[in-house]
């Protein structure tokens, strides 16, 4: 059933528009284990950032809009 719905949630991605979230390129199970491949998205990651510093407003508006525009899509 775990793998099923991950085959759902992989289609889904995988139809939306390039840029927003990681394509889904392989998705399986092997040795009892399910295995999910996705696209290396290279940058820091917003926990790294945090971690070492606060957002300005403006990159706090831009983090939101960019958000709120990927999640639009789901």
Do not use: K, M, W
């Not at 040795?31 to 290396?40: E, F, N, R, S, T």
């Not at 290279?42 to 990927?70: C, D, F, W, Y």
Request: charged share 20%.
């Amino acid at each position: 059933q775990t793998l099923q719905r991950l085959e759902h949630e992989a289609d889904i991605l995988n139809q939306l528009p390039s840029g927003c979230f990681s394509s889904v390129r392989d998705l399986g199970r092997e040795a009892g284990q399910i295995y999910l491949v996705v696209d290396l998205v290279r940058g820091e990651t917003l926990a790294s950032v945090l971690s070492t510093r606060r957002l300005n407003a403006i990159e706090t508006l831009q983090l939101g809009i960019e958000l709120s525009r990927s999640l639009a899509l789901l």
